[in-house]
């Protein structure tokens, strides 16, 4: 079984980065492995077109034969759907299922995301993972005043998920020093109960 994390980072690659690790699983045959890797490929290229999919979702499949879990925590229950919808039409897959959590409403936490978002993304440091640059983020906040209920949507390689209050740092960075100011800046963020940084520094995870 294939478990795969969808990232985000110019660092490693133009346009979402995948992130395969084998885990156990029971031997299979030749064939199968290079079916299941397959599948893997089209399962990442499906979730990457997602229209919604942006900086404050995190997405993670596995793929064991003909069946697809996906995983992970979004702000929008239309990406869950999106997902799975996207998921079933590829050839090879048999079952999906979908343990994709839509987190939940709350103008606190919509305040902490927005808040994480700006502080990160617009460090002198930081700002170079951000699609557009330090502007990019200015139109972003922008739009969330116009539009509530939005999020940026584009490559940023540094995904910001909040629930009841607590946050978590997920995917990559270029090196520890931006994994280390990453933490320190959503650390700063008011009325924040919790700050996990499970980011990881490309260059190691490559190795």
């Not at 490929?41 to 997405?59: H, N, S, T, Y």
């Not at 697809?68 to 702000?75: A, D, E, F, I």
């Not at 939940?104 to 990160?120: K, Y």
Request: glycine share 8%; net charge positive; aromatic share 8%.
């Amino acid at each position: 079984m294939h478990r795969t994390a969808l990232r985000c980072g110019r660092v490693v690659a133009l346009g979402l980065m995948l992130w395969l690790s084998s885990i156990a699983a029971p031997a299979v045959s030749s064939a199968q492995s290079v079916a299941a890797k397959q599948t893997s490929v089209l399962v990442g290229r499906a979730l990457e077109r997602l229209p919604c999919f942006g900086v404050f979702d995190f997405l993670a499949y596995s793929v064991e034969r003909g069946t697809v879990t996906l995983q992970g925590s979004v702000y929008n229950g239309a990406t869950k759907t999106g997902a799975e919808m996207a998921v079933k039409r590829i050839s090879g897959v048999d079952e999906v299922r979908n343990e994709i959590e839509v987190l939940p409403a709350s103008q606190n936490d919509d305040r902490i995301r927005w808040e994480a978002f700006f502080r990160i993304y617009t460090d002198d440091f930081l700002s170079r993972y951000a699609a557009g640059g330090p502007m990019g983020v200015q139109y972003a906040l922008r739009d969330f005043a116009q539009y509530p209920g939005m999020q940026p949507i584009g490559i940023y390689p540094i995904h910001i998920i909040v629930k009841n209050g607590r946050m978590t740092l997920v995917g990559a960075v270029g090196n520890d020093s931006d994994k280390a100011i990453a933490f320190a800046r959503a650390r700063e963020v008011i009325g924040t109960f919790e700050v996990k940084n499970e980011l990881v520094v490309a260059r190691k995870s490559s190795q």
